[in-house]
């Protein structure tokens, strides 16, 4: 093997090494980036869940309110 044959072969092995770092690093973002939009879509899906949660407790204290404002006599101490 000639000293330009393995520059060559070096070379080649070097940006092929190059190549693989590049490629890793863009599936780690891609990766990062699915993560990110798992989590914010997790997180939105549990605040709806909160906020139907909320709404049917606030309806049914106002329903408890407003029954007991009809029916005086039923009132609990």
């Known amino acids: 093997m000639t000293r330009a044959e393995a520059l ?5 092995g070097y940006q092929a090494g190059h190549q693989a770092a ?3 690093q863009r599936a780690a973002a891609r990766w990062d980036r699915l993560v990110a939009s798992y989590r914010a879509q997790h997180a939105a899906d549990q605040q709806a869940k909160i906020d139907a949660l909320l709404l049917e407790t606030i309806d049914a ?3 408890l309110l407003l029954s007991s404002h009809h029916h005086p006599g039923n009132r609990t101490a």
């Open 8 to 12: 060559r072969w070096w070379q080649a």
């Open 22 to 24: 590049e490629h890793e």
């Open 61 to 63: 204290l106002a329903s």
